[in-house]
């Protein structure tokens, strides 16, 4: 099975597409039609014929407790998905990405919410981009704390203060629930941010694509297809 997560921002969630080929894309775009279309345009041969699912109908083995379900991000509910099938609950999902996200799945696979942040890219662009004196730099961990140089201290700030955010927003989660969880890491920053902490127990670099890859085959018998453009 080759699967693919659109993951461009946007603001509106929750496209499935499944070609018969068993690639699968999940897209969150705001184009009804955009991640199919990304899909053909990676090299998925438009004859073949295209399964669209509604989430709204999805067997996802999960209940969504959130105010608007819909309204949740497509890939926070795969990696919900994933996480809990694999390590069970409750358990706290952090992927670092475009944003880093706090998804919380609780003991019985009940998806409870969670926080999102500026990712570690979004907020040194953004910082770079406000503050005209400060350059682009490497996002990297410093050797030391206190910076003695601008670029050295811009990766102080960015990178041990996302950890600390990170640490603090799982301990309020930990004590919002009052139960032990196991916290979960993925995107492109979980291995070099697990190194700086001592609250990540997995580190799972694919675990969206997982979720995919469980929400299709939990679903691929129970939607007609249709040839795509």
């Known amino acids: 099975l080759r699967v693919g997560v659109d993951r461009r921002d946007s603001g509106v969630h929750g496209q499935l597409s499944v070609v018969r080929s068993h690639a699968v894309a999940v897209s ?3 184009a009804e039609d955009a991640g199919e279309q990304h899909l053909v345009r990676a090299g998925a041969d438009a004859r073949h014929e295209v399964a669209r699912f509604d989430r709204r109908l999805l067997d996802l083995g999960m209940k969504v407790a959130y105010d608007e379900p819909q309204a949740v991000g497509s890939d926070r509910i795969c990696a919900a998905v994933a996480g809990y099938t694999k390590y069970g609950g409750p358990l706290i999902i952090l ?14 696979g009940v998806y409870l919410g969670g926080a999102i942040a ?4 979004t907020g040194a ?30 990766q102080s700030g960015i990178m041990f203060g996302a950890v ?20 979960i890491a993925t995107g492109g920053f979980a291995t070099i941010m697990s190194a700086q902490t001592g609250i ?30």
Do not use: W
């Open 28 to 30: 969150v775009c705001v």
């Open 95 to 108: 992927d670092f990405g475009t944003a880093t996200t706090f998804d919380v799945v609780s003991a019985d």
């Open 118 to 121: 500026p990712g570690l890219e």
């Open 125 to 154: 662009a953004d910082l770079q981009r406000r503050a005209a004196k400060l350059p682009r730099i490497e996002l990297r961990f410093p050797e030391e704390v206190i910076g003695k140089t601008t670029v050295k201290s811009m």
């Open 164 to 183: 600390d955010a990170m640490e603090g927003i799982v301990r309020r989660i930990k004590n919002s629930l009052g139960a032990h969880m196991n916290v």
């Open 200 to 229: 990540i127990n997995h580190i799972e670099p694919t675990l969206v694509l997982e979720g995919v890859r469980i929400i299709y085959e939990k679903n691929r018998r129970k939607s007609p297809a249709r040839k795509g453009r």
